[in-house]
């Protein structure tokens, strides 16, 4: 009988914590949600702001001003903490100058540029930015006008801030430097300086 009682209570010794320990295990936890990056991938949006341009005649230079707007699209590419872009934008402006009754206007002007990134924390992302040109200039009086195109770089920085993985702010400065071939050799150079508010839309 005592023996009995002794293999009873070393059993109950032994099992007893090997079924607690049973009891302590849990279940995994569920893997962490997969968060998109707000910077990968395709977006478009728009932009506004205010430009200055030098109109650089041979012997002449006129200063014109006014609002610019349009329109931008690019793909950015995330490597941890840069981001390398590639954006092209098109934008209208009312950018014009009015001496002795001749206007002076670049109308539009469009650009592609490679942008260089660097995220000061996941949603704020700094960057610089360059590449090539295109635009107009004309020159016009009542009753007649010409229209010179022209090509040239652009350069700038900007600031982009997240909003959400898919919509995001930013404020940009750019500067754009155009020749137009007006006759023979002759040409007309614009030096433009602008700043503008974007709005994306990253897919």
């Given at each position: 009988?005592?023996?009995?009682l002794?293999?009873?209570?070393?059993?109950?010794?032994?099992?007893?914590?090997?079924?607690?320990?049973?009891?302590?295990?849990?279940?995994?936890?569920?893997?962490?949600?997969?968060?998109?990056?707000?910077?990968?991938?395709?977006?478009?949006?728009?932009?506004?702001?205010?430009?200055?341009?030098?109109?650089?005649?041979?012997?002449?230079?006129?200063?014109?001003?006014?609002?610019?707007?349009?329109?931008?699209?690019?793909?950015?590419?995330?490597?941890?903490t840069?981001?390398?872009?590639?954006?092209?934008?098109?934008?209208?402006?009312?950018?014009?100058?009015?001496?002795?009754?001749?206007?002076?206007?670049?109308?539009?002007?469009?650009?592609?540029?490679?942008?260089?990134?660097?995220?000061?924390?996941?949603?704020?992302?700094?960057?610089?930015?360059?590449?090539?040109?295109?635009?107009?200039?004309?020159?016009?009086?009542?009753?007649?006008?010409?229209?010179v195109?022209?090509?040239?770089?652009?350069?700038?920085?900007?600031?982009?801030?997240?909003?959400?993985?898919?919509?995001?702010?930013?404020?940009?400065?750019?500067?754009?430097?155009?020749?137009?071939?007006?006759?023979?050799?002759?040409?007309?150079?614009?030096?433009?300086?602008?700043?503008?508010?974007?709005?994306n839309?990253?897919?």
């Open positions: 009988m005592r023996k009995l002794l293999s009873a209570a070393a059993t109950m010794l032994i099992a007893g914590p090997a079924s607690a320990a049973d009891l302590a295990v849990k279940a995994p936890p569920p893997g962490a949600a997969y968060i998109a990056s707000p910077w990968d991938g395709l977006y478009i949006g728009g932009n506004l702001g205010y430009g200055e341009t030098s109109f650089d005649f041979p012997g002449i230079s006129l200063h014109g001003n006014g609002v610019v707007g349009g329109f931008q699209a690019g793909y950015n590419k995330q490597f941890g840069f981001v390398l872009g590639l954006e092209t934008d098109f934008d209208l402006t009312s950018i014009k100058n009015t001496t002795a009754g001749v206007d002076t206007k670049l109308p539009w002007f469009g650009t592609t540029r490679t942008r260089l990134g660097f995220l000061v924390n996941p949603a704020l992302l700094l960057y610089g930015t360059g590449g090539v040109a295109y635009g107009r200039l004309e020159e016009s009086v009542p009753g007649a006008s010409v229209k195109g022209g090509v040239g770089w652009a350069a700038g920085a900007g600031v982009q801030y997240a909003l959400t993985p898919q919509w995001s702010i930013g404020a940009e400065y750019l500067h754009v430097e155009l020749d137009h071939i007006t006759s023979g050799s002759d040409s007309v150079k614009t030096n433009t300086d602008l700043g503008r508010a974007t709005l839309y990253k897919f």
